[in-house]
């Protein structure tokens, strides 16, 4: 195969409220770089935020494609395998948060917004890290594995960090989070109860796994107490509906996901003080995890509800971030190269 070595292609960046294409390079690989001629990518909100504030970055980290060439000190992959990864891509491999599995949290970590400003998946080639891009397995399509490299490695790590087997797992939201949530929390064997504004969705929670749907206005209507409160919502919850104890257990854990990450997040004191309520935050998963997730969601045949989109440029990523703006997708969007 000929060198991949500085072969232009695009990746595309906001400005002015526009997607517009943007000229790179394929670098030379370093030792540990990988390359992978990207099939399919997810499309987050996390991409469309990005792009409402004109951040000056490549968009896109929810890849998945094939590996086209590798650095000399390589190992794990090997030409033509698929993987996936693009939004936890580097840390440094020394600190007490690598060498304990929680490499996420590296203080010299390159994430998705924070390094690597010309390397997003919606573009023919990214260039990830050996050990932070990660196989797919077999029991998963590349479209079906393309939003669990971010949305699938964000619930699963929040809950596998959180739930324990006698727990009941509330869910806020069946969007692009929340049916993965109701599906790993099930699946991890937990008691799901999904609470929607949506009352039409009553009937498709549980084939997600759901065993109860409550209307998000009538958290009281619970027939029993959750442990974990997952917010999977673009917006908190009533917090003296939600914050009492027929509703979320004593020592129960309110894990925030998807609620507005600007401003503050307000709580009632006199509720986390004397019922113990704790608040859970996490990010995407570390490495190891990624793998876990993976592997997880073949064996258990947990897969996200898509729709496909042949990319054409960037007005089919303007096409998709209306529809993401106005709710339309159902429930995560991937982009087909």
């Not at 030792?31 to 968009?59: K, M, Q, W």
């Not at 896109?60 to 993987?83: F, M, P, Q, Y």
């Not at 949305?151 to 049916?179: C, E, F, N, Q, S």
């Not at 929607?196 to 029993?224: H, N």
Request: with cysteine; proline share 5%; charged share 20%.
């Amino acid at each position: 195969m000929a060198s991949l070595t500085g072969k232009e292609f695009s990746v595309y960046r906001p400005k002015e409220g526009k997607v517009i294409a943007d000229t790179v390079t394929i670098p030379e690989p370093g030792p540990h770089d990988v390359i992978i001629r990207i099939t399919h990518s997810g499309v987050c909100y996390t991409d469309y935020e990005f792009f409402r504030f004109n951040a000056p970055l490549a968009l896109g980290h929810e890849g998945v494609g094939i590996v086209e060439a590798i650095g000399s000190a390589v190992t794990s992959l090997k030409l033509g395998d698929r993987v996936g990864g693009g939004f936890h891509n580097d840390s440094c491999g020394q600190c007490n948060y690598c060498t304990t599995g929680q490499d996420i949290w590296c203080a010299k970590r390159t994430i998705f917004g924070f390094g690597g400003y010309n390397n997003g998946t919606f573009g023919a080639y990214f260039v990830g890290k050996e050990g932070y891009v990660h196989k797919i397995p077999d029991g998963l399509t590349s479209a079906d594995a393309a939003p669990l490299q971010c949305a699938g490695a964000t619930v699963y790590t929040a809950l596998v960090d959180t739930l324990k087997p006698r727990h009941r797992v509330g869910i806020i939201g069946i969007g692009g989070l929340g049916h993965l949530a109701i599906q790993y929390a099930a699946k991890l064997g937990a008691e799901v109860v999904v609470f929607s504004t949506s009352k039409d969705k009553e009937q498709e929670a549980p084939g997600f796994g759901a065993s109860e749907f409550v209307l998000l206005s009538e958290p009281e209507s619970v027939k029993a107490p959750v442990d974990i409160l997952v917010l999977t919502g673009s917006k908190y919850p009533d917090w003296s509906k939600f914050l009492n104890t027929n509703v979320l257990a004593r020592r129960g854990t309110v894990i925030p996901l998807a609620a507005p990450t600007q401003g503050p997040l307000t709580l009632p004191a006199d509720k986390l003080f004397w019922d113990g309520y704790q608040i859970q935050s996490t990010l995407v998963a570390s490495k190891a995890q990624h793998n876990d997730m993976l592997e997880f969601s073949a064996r258990h045949g947990i897969k996200p509800t898509i729709q496909v989109y042949k990319f054409n440029g960037p007005e089919t990523i303007e096409s998709v971030f209306d529809k993401l703006k106005d709710g339309k997708v159902r429930y995560r969007a991937v982009l087909e190269f």
